[in-house]
């Protein structure tokens, strides 16, 4: 049964993260948000990244541009889908080196 639910965190936390890279990703290179896919993304990505939004002013190199609101929920989320897994990794049944199970 954990099993299971370990996939499915690893699953939604995989697609949050791989979304909040693509965000990233564009904006660091300044995509042209007109494209369906790069709005998608941005649309997609924007409730995930509205919360840590004005933490940290966004830094502007020649015209590359690093966005932190991202890279900070980026952090948050890997450290909360670690957070979980490791709660999961409690249950179920525990097997030692020597054959035994707990």
């Not at 890997?78 to 020597?98: E, K, V």
Request: net charge neutral; glycine share 8%; aromatic share 20%.
């Amino acid at each position: 049964m954990f099993g299971i639910v370990r996939i499915l965190v690893n699953i939604v936390f995989g697609v949050i993260e791989f979304l909040l890279l693509l965000r990233f990703i564009f904006k660091f290179f300044a995509v042209n948000v007109g494209t369906p896919f790069v709005a998608w993304i941005y649309a997609a990505s924007a409730p995930l990244v509205s919360p840590f939004a004005k933490i940290l002013p966004d830094l502007e190199l020649g015209g590359f541009v690093v966005d932190f609101a991202v890279l900070v929920a980026l952090l948050v989320y890997m450290f909360i889908g670690y957070l979980i897994l490791q709660a999961f990794s409690y249950g179920g049944r525990r097997y030692y080196r020597d054959g035994s199970v707990e």
